[in-house]
């Protein structure tokens, strides 16, 4: 979607993958073309370039990028390209215990983690346990490569490939309270702490009380990261942040959309936009 104005104030959609009609940029590109001049869409193929047509934007919004491509899109933050999320932040996002010890060192509650190669190396750590291993690699889907072991009892073989982040269990009331973060806004969704493997839990939308909008508040400041995912549980001890995301899906959050174009839209003002 290109319309034929000039360069002020365009923003460019750069993308991991080609834009379906289910996800949430859809009606956030929806939104913005009545409030923005110029929008670019494009999603990097096989080849990896990014066109020079980027370079004229005033904010570039980057989705679902793999490490390779968030390499070639670094090149748009060194010619002075406003880029949201921020291509530093978001490459160090998949670093999943980099982003807890940072998160640790913030004065935020985070699960004690410990990162290894091989399984047996989590079978020495877990010592029959309570414990949660995760692929170390925060570029995995959230909720994808996780073992949940609230007995202690693992598989004898690795159930996916390594390195593994090896977590604590966090006692909790069985939900985990999961908050969007766009700008200054939070909003929520609570959903099911352990859903059963390949189970789609919607959510049910709650009321962020103030304290937790401050937590995700550090956690998004923490990390760079002005839109985010941010994944707590409640446990005796307090909130507990077990997973961010950079740039989440946002879905069945009713006004996820709003929150996101509203964000980006602050990013490229302009006097003569009410």
């Known amino acids: 979607m290109t319309s034929t104005a000039g360069p002020n104030r365009q923003i460019a959609f750069l993308l991991g993958k080609p834009l379906v009609n289910e996800s949430v940029l859809t009606e956030v590109i929806g939104r913005l073309h009545h409030r923005v001049p110029t929008i670019i869409l494009h999603h990097i193929d096989k080849r990896g370039g990014i066109p020079n ?127 969007y973060v766009a700008g200054n806004r939070v909003r929520g969704l609570i959903k099911n702490a352990s859903p059963e493997h390949g189970a789609v839990d919607p959510g049910i939308p709650f009321d962020v009380d103030p304290d937790l909008k401050k937590l995700a508040r550090c956690v998004s400041t923490a990390l760079d990261l002005e839109i985010a995912g941010i994944d707590v549980l409640l446990s005796e001890d307090g909130a507990c942040v077990i997973d961010t995301n950079p740039f989440p899906g946002f879905r069945n959050l009713p006004d996820g959309a709003k929150m996101i174009a509203d964000h980006l839209a602050s990013l490229v003002p302009d006097k003569k936009v009410g």
């Open 53 to 179: 047509l980027l370079y004229r934007s005033q904010l570039v919004v980057q989705r679902g990028l793999n490490v390779d491509q968030l390499v070639a899109a670094a090149m748009l933050e060194q010619a002075g390209i406003r880029c949201c999320n921020r291509i530093v932040a978001t490459s160090a996002s998949s670093n999943r215990a980099g982003v807890l010890a940072s998160l640790s060192a913030a004065g935020v509650r985070v699960p004690k983690t410990s990162v290894v190669d091989t399984w047996t190396d989590v079978l020495a750590i877990s010592r029959q346990q309570a414990i949660v291993v995760k692929d170390a690699d925060g570029n995995v889907g959230r909720g994808q490569r996780v073992v949940i072991a609230i007995d202690g009892q693992l598989p004898g073989q690795p159930p996916f490939p390594g390195p593994f982040a090896v977590q604590e269990y966090i006692p909790n009331n069985g939900t985990v309270q999961k908050l």
